[in-house]
């Protein structure tokens, strides 16, 4: 994600480069530093959108709206603006309605068949996360031909369409962009998916393996903590625990992990699994496994961790009593 100028000696141009280089390698402090000198030269919209992904990544929710909007304000055709703010307002604000609203803008005024799918895949997740199937698939029906200058896209339209729920026209994109991208997670996540889906459990464990050893060499997110940090939180996250829950964990070894090990995925274990219960016997857990990568994984900036980490242990505890 960089702001795109033709002008390539323009020294505010590069320091917003230099800004999203910040964020790719998780220094949002040396990131925040490169927009605010920006804003200092002038108020541009590409300063404003840098700002607001700096400070949702540092989970202020509220600050990174505003900026977003500023961002819009200044030029409200900026699409790479409206989708951020859409998808802030998805994750985790859940405004489903407002969020779709600026992504049927991003749609409206996408200068490329790549700018308009990026935007309509966004709205079928926003339309899934709602629960409204049957919008997510007319939405999908909208998307651009092509062809696009992101090969990513093809993938991320596979993905789409396995989210719905049509293994036909999800598997050849997503068989595709593991054929040619074999250092990519998510590809190989969603391979494993689609051949549990169609129940080739061997296949399946191969690709989920493939995926958990990709995602052990990726960099982490922007947010991502020093173990002792995430221990912290997570100590905070057994607080808000359910006296359910908060009852079958009492004595319980809790084991903290960077991802699930390639024994259990062998076994059946999802390799984005958040939380594993195991040893369970008579409403009580004995051992707990909670995976470091795969909670920051799905959080959206520090400070989402602890509810991530609450929700993972609530569900897997849970699911895991209800079996027994």
């Known amino acids: 994600m960089q702001y795109d100028d033709d002008t390539p000696d323009d020294p505010v141009a590069d320091q917003l480069d230099a800004g999203w280089e910040r964020v790719a390698?998780?220094?949002l402090e040396g990131a925040l530093a490169a927009a605010l000198g920006c804003l200092e030269v002038a108020e541009m919209p590409e300063a404003h959108n840098l700002l607001g992904y700096v400070r949702a990544a540092q989970g202020d929710v509220e600050a990174a709206l505003r900026h977003y909007k500023k961002a819009i304000a200044l030029d409200e055709f900026f699409t790479e603006a409206l989708l951020n703010a859409a998808e802030l307002l998805m994750h985790p604000l859940h405004q489903i309605d407002e969020a779709c609203r600026l992504i049927d803008l991003a749609i409206e005024h996408a200068e490329s068949p790549d700018a308009a799918a990026d935007a309509v895949l966004l709205k079928v997740e926003a339309l899934l996360q709602g629960g409204d199937h049957e919008?997510?698939?007319?939405a999908l029906k909208k998307l651009p031909e092509g062809p696009f200058e992101n090969p990513e896209l093809e993938f991320l339209v596979g993905r789409a369409y396995f989210e719905v729920g049509d293994l036909d026209a999800a598997g050849g994109r997503i068989q595709a962009a593991a054929r040619d991208n074999q250092v990519n997670p998510e590809v190989f996540y969603y391979l494993g998916l689609w051949m549990d889906a169609k129940e080739d459990r061997a296949g399946a464990t191969v690709a989920f393996l493939q995926s958990r050893d990709l995602d052990g060499s990726s960099p982490p997110p922007p947010w991502s903590t020093t173990r002792p940090i995430f221990e912290r939180r997570l100590r905070g996250a057994m607080?808000?625990?359910?006296?359910?829950v908060s009852a079958a964990l009492e004595g319980t070894l809790v084991v903290v992990a960077n991802?699930?090990?390639?024994e259990v995925i062998a076994e059946g274990v999802d390799p984005r699994l958040c939380a594993l219960a195991d040893d369970v016997h008579e409403g009580k857990v004995g051992r707990l496994f909670v995976y470091q990568r795969n909670c920051e994984r799905m959080g959206s900036s520090a400070e989402s961790i602890e509810d991530i980490c609450a929700e993972a242990i609530e569900r897997e505890v849970n699911a895991a009593l209800d079996a027994t």
């Open 239 to 244: 607080k808000k625990l359910t006296p359910r």
């Open 259 to 262: 991802l699930p090990g390639r």
């Open 25 to 27: 390698e998780g220094d």
């Open 135 to 138: 919008r997510a698939v007319k």
